[in-house]
């Protein structure tokens, strides 16, 4: 049976969710996996005392002789860069990738991806020196900078306007269960001597395989192929992947907006235009708020507090299991949630929701946590919970709506540029939290957790009053479905816009 898919003020296209386009999502979202397990894979492996000794070898004889303090036990600058290099890399990766989406497409985007996946895994897991370890991590870089480009991109433009939401989210499922993957590999890896850590690295090459023959068997969306004027080709593609024969309106829309995009000269200069202020500007503030909602100050307790429980050595793997499953059933509670509520709920009610979370957690640590010592059982069961119920909250709304608002929002002449800047912002900002957070621990301590509550606050009120519902509304109908209706935005969006304030190519 058609679903129709309907949005305020614009057409109405009909389309089913067919099993064809289910497969596309699963293949492509094989690229957050890859993702997850990068940022899950490192914390692991930079705790192996065989990698350490191999490349840290000051980093582990400190560690042996370190004095344990709650707050600085793992403060190193040396190894927060191990870990936050392929940020820096994925953010100038992410600009290449734009061109690559642009003017390849988004499916051999992903291909690209997997490549520089795998010749990334290859020089990192058969690291035998500090320089070939690193390069290994920034052609991870390069695969993450060009797989997070592309593959939300991807799904956006293939799933059903009714289904978007949900459909984009696989992506943050992916990434949820590739950062579980790994915490799993870490601790079983970790006793395995002296190559555990080969083996940890070496994992991500089984979902970049997959990813590299998988992107065999999906299509290129309708929109990149239209946009590098295979029209009939976007037609047929358009038509197998909606379901139906009537296709005729979503593919003229697509056609129109394609033809709007291809007078578009710069699209990064574009960006700057007053019309393309409100996705902008959200897109960027989202990364921004995503990486300050404090999910790393969290996480890194997680295990200290699990063992102060009193679960002994498994804390480590007690609490990669509970949290990333947690995160991962969470994350299947936004897939459901997204486009039935709407985006501004998630975002308002997790705002609420991980405030309080953070102030317990923070008042509790304050109160009962010295430099040294640990904390009593009740407050750090409490805190335990607590910590269960914040990570729920992030999963089903900042998390993955953080990837799906900026990918749907950008008009199509922007939407590879934008979306470049989208992703170049969240690889910075996790790059200063990467960079920072341990120092922060150690000088802020307890009140770090009230940093990022203050965080929280400015998050939940910019999503409040400036970012509008997007659910159901076609992709390339935004801007009269939900930008000119704004109270703020709508001031943007000046007359001489809606004659296609475009830069028209030189002759």
């Not at 582990?60 to 860069?81: G, I, P, R, T, V």
């Not at 992506?171 to 080969?198: D, E, K």
């Not at 995160?327 to 459901?336: A, E, K, Q």
Request: net charge neutral.
């Amino acid at each position: 049976m058609a679903v129709v898919v309907t949005n305020t003020g614009g057409p109405a296209f009909e389309a089913k969710m067919t099993v064809y386009v289910f497969i596309c999502v699963l293949i492509a979202a094989v690229g957050g996996l890859i993702f997850g397990y990068d940022i899950g894979i490192s914390g692991g492996v930079t705790a192996m005392d065989d990698f350490l000794k191999d490349f840290f070898p000051a980093v582990w004889e400190k560690k042996k002789h370190a004095h344990e303090n709650n707050y600085c036990k793992y403060d190193n600058q040396f190894l927060q860069l191990f870990t936050s290099s392929l940020y820096l890399a994925a953010l100038v990766a992410s600009f290449g990738a734009s061109a690559s989406c642009s003017k390849l497409g988004r499916k051999p985007t992903m291909q690209l991806a997997s490549i520089f996946f795998l010749i990334g895994v290859g020089l990192s897991a058969g690291a035998v020196n500090l320089v070939m370890l690193i390069f290994g991590r920034i052609f991870l870089g390069f695969g993450v900078g060009f797989g997070n480009q592309a593959v939300p991109l991807f799904l956006s433009e293939i799933a059903p306007a009714q289904l978007r939401g949900g459909l984009n989210i696989v992506f943050q499922l992916m990434v949820t269960i590739g950062i579980l993957i790994a915490n799993l590999v870490n601790y079983f890896t970790a006793s395995v001597h002296p190559n555990g850590w080969r083996i940890a690295l070496g994992g991500a090459g089984v979902p970049a395989v997959i990813l590299l023959f998988g992107s065999l068997l999906i299509c290129e969306t309708p929109t990149s192929l239209i946009e590098r004027n295979k029209n009939e080709q976007g037609k047929e593609a358009l038509r197998k992947i909606r379901g139906v024969e009537d296709i005729n309106d979503e593919y003229e829309s697509i056609v129109h907006a394609c033809d709007i995009a291809s007078q578009v000269k710069d699209p990064f200069r574009k960006l700057l235009k007053p019309a393309s202020r409100p996705p902008f500007i959200i897109g960027m503030l989202l990364q921004l708020f995503q990486q300050f909602t404090g999910i790393n100050a969290i996480m890194f307790y997680a295990p200290v507090l699990f063992q102060t429980v009193g679960f002994g050595t498994d804390a480590a793997l007690l609490s990669a299991v509970v949290t990333g499953t947690i995160n991962v059933l969470s994350t299947f509670v936004g897939i459901y949630l997204v486009d039935k509520t709407g985006r501004r709920f998630l975002l308002l009610q997790s705002s609420v929701h991980m405030l309080i979370c953070q102030l317990i957690i923070g008042i509790i640590l304050a109160k009962d946590l010295g430099t040294t010592g640990t904390l009593g059982r009740p407050q750090a069961l409490v805190v335990v919970i607590f910590v269960c119920v914040y990570v729920m909250g992030f999963a089903w709304s900042w998390g993955p709506l953080g990837w799906l608002i900026p990918s749907e929002t950008f008009p199509l002449e922007t939407r590879s540029a934008g979306f470049a800047v989208a992703v170049s912002c969240n690889m910075f900002f996790t790059f200063v939290i990467a960079q920072a957070f341990l120092s922060m621990l150690c000088g802020m301590r307890s009140g770090i957790f009230f940093f990022f509550s203050a965080w929280i606050v400015v998050m939940g009120l910019f999503a409040m009053f400036f970012i509008p519902e997007t659910k159901g509304v076609a992709i390339d109908d935004m801007r009269e479905s939900v930008w000119k209706p704004h109270w703020f935005w709508k001031r943007y969006m000046l007359p001489e816009d809606d004659h296609h304030d475009v830069e028209k190519r030189s002759a």
